[in-house]
């Protein structure tokens, strides 16, 4: 890995690139959990309120520690606390494993939520240290590991603990090993940065200038748009298996490889979003990402076999290339606190996830896993609240438009 010298004003890409390969092994491992719910809905005889409850209780230990871990880190910045939060989700794959009862499998997922709160916070915080300037980038390149984890956890399911069985969770526990490993490496040179970043005078962090009132509306107005997106989320990443079973008498096995393509569109969205959003404005993003599902999502519920994995596709890429715009908005709209926003907006994200996903649940079980998708498709119409999103980038977006303007003059003068 290169020098904590280069952090300055570069790129540094090995580190993005590592924390990226980690936060895939990472939600790779978390996503098995969903993954298995068919087989522990058979299993134990769970019903879709307790699915939910499953969700919920992974997500909630996620969400309501990562804004705190974030807080804290912001004052008291720990370089290996992500091996320690890859530690926790190496427990909690074992608990997983091995749980005989459910009161088991919601302390198994308890325990993976805990590394997750450790784990999003502080890299978040790397990789903005890592961007060199080019914060979008480094959010999409961080965040498109978690979202190929998410997509490779269902297939990876499907193949090796859907004929294995429970007990072949375990077998996963050997990535949270690696990850581990490679970690340790990057919070070595996460120290060293420091380090080499405390030798220099200190720079002054420039914010938007907003009144406090606007920035708690502002954040308030973010809030509900990634509820908005994230419930829709969970509507997917939860019951999109039960829905294709019930609705097109699909297979488990066949019904995880249709939530790969799904979560793969994700993966590819969300690496979309972060350089766009440094190029055009995250505001602009934001605006297309979340409204502009809208008429896919009404489509959906009458959509046949053949047109329901094109329009979730299609939902995949557009809404995933949110998460890093809001993330990095954030981020400027608060300066100086990256660890306080990341944990706020990841906690949030599991936190509203786990919300929706019991909730549906019940909805399920009182109405039937289709209806759900009926109300779910009206949740991106939330978008328009985008409209009250204040322009904090303004002036840094008129200013990378002269450089390319004065490069285009440069280039046309040289011919």
Known sequence: ?????????????????????????????????????????????????????????????????????????????????????????????????????????????????????????????????????????????????????????????????????QGSVAWFSAAAAIAAIILYRVGQWYGEARAHAAKKPAAAVAGPGLPRKTVLLTVGLLVTLVFSKNVYMASISSYYTFYLIETFGLSVRESQVYLFIFLGAVAVGTLIGGPVGDRFGRKVVIWCSILGVLPFTLMLPYANLFWTPILTVIIGLVLASAFSAIVVYGQELMPGKVGTVAGLFFG?????????????????????????YHICAFLPALGLLTAFLPNIEKDKLAARKAERDAAAQAGSAAE
Not at 16 to 45: E, T, V
Not at 49 to 68: D, E, K, M, R, V
Not at 348 to 372: H, K, M, N, P, T
Request: glycine residues 14%.
């Open 1 to 165: 890995m290169r020098s904590s010298s280069a952090v300055a004003g570069t790129t540094t890409v090995s580190i993005l690139l590592a924390l990226s390969f980690c936060h895939m092994l990472n939600d790779m491992m978390q996503s098995l959990l969903a993954a298995i719910y068919p087989m522990l809905k058979r299993d134990y005889g769970l019903d879709f309120g307790q699915i939910g409850l499953l969700t919920l209780t992974f997500q909630f230990t996620a969400s309501l520690l990562q804004p705190l871990v974030g807080f804290y880190t912001d004052k008291h910045p720990k370089p290996f606390s992500l091996v320690a939060g890859m530690g926790s989700t190496f427990i909690g794959l074992l608990l997983l494993a091995t749980a005989g009862s459910y009161g088991l499998l919601l302390l198994g997922a308890a325990v993976i939520g805990i590394g997750s709160s450790v784990f999003h916070p502080e890299s978040s915080r790397v990789a903005r240290m890592a961007s060199g300037g080019r914060f979008g980038l480094a959010q999409s390149v961080f965040q498109v590991g978690g979202n190929s984890g998410q997509a490779f956890g269902p297939l990876l399911a499907a193949l090796i603990v859907v004929p294995n069985g």
């Open 348 to 372: 949030i994200s599991f936190g509203l996830g786990g919300l929706g996903a019991a909730v549906l649940g019940q909805i399920a079980d009182w109405q039937g896993i289709r209806f759900v």
